[in-house]
C-alpha cells in the first residue's frame, strides 16, 4: 500500500518524465477534471448503479484523481491539509448528533 505522499511523487513523476507540466495550466486542468467526472457520470448512464462497469470506474476515478494531483501541485496546495480543514469544517456542519443516518444538507439539520 503506498502513502498519500508516494501517490503524489509517482503521479507528478509520471508527469515529469514525459515533460507534460508545461501543459498544466490550472484552466485546463479544471477542465480535464470536469470532462472526467463526465465519463464516470456516463458509466452509470441509463443503468442501475450496480450494473455500471467496475473496471471502468476504477480507470476513470484513478483519471479524476491524477487530474486533481496535477492541479493541486500546480496550485501548490497540500492535499492532506485541505482535506483535514474541510473535514474539520464539515464536522461543525454536520454534527454526529443530527447528522447520523440523515442525508438533508447541513442548513436543513
Known amino acids: 500500500m503506498h502513502s498519500m505522499e508516494e501517490i503524489i511523487s509517482l503521479v507528478v513523476k509520471f508527469r515529469d518524465e514525459r ?6 495550466n ?7 477534471l470536469s470532462i472526467e ?10 443503468k442501475k448503479a450496480e450494473d455500471a462497469d467496475p473496471e471502468r470506474i476504477k480507470e476513470e476515478l484513478a483519471d479524476i484523481l ?4 496535477f492541479l493541486a501541485d500546480k496550485q501548490g ?16 456542519k454536520y454534527p454526529i448528533d443530527k447528522a447520523r443516518g440523515n442525508a438533508k444538507k447541513y442548513d436543513q439539520l
Open 66 to 69: 491524477m487530474y486533481a494531483i
Open 77 to 92: 496546495i497540500d492535499i492532506a491539509e485541505i482535506i483535514g480543514k474541510k473535514l474539520e469544517v464539515n464536522a461543525e
Open 26 to 32: 490550472a484552466k485546463d486542468l479544471a477542465l480535464a
Open 19 to 24: 515533460d507534460w507540466k508545461q501543459f498544466h
Open 37 to 46: 467526472a463526465g465519463e464516470l457520470n456516463e458509466l452509470f448512464l441509463w
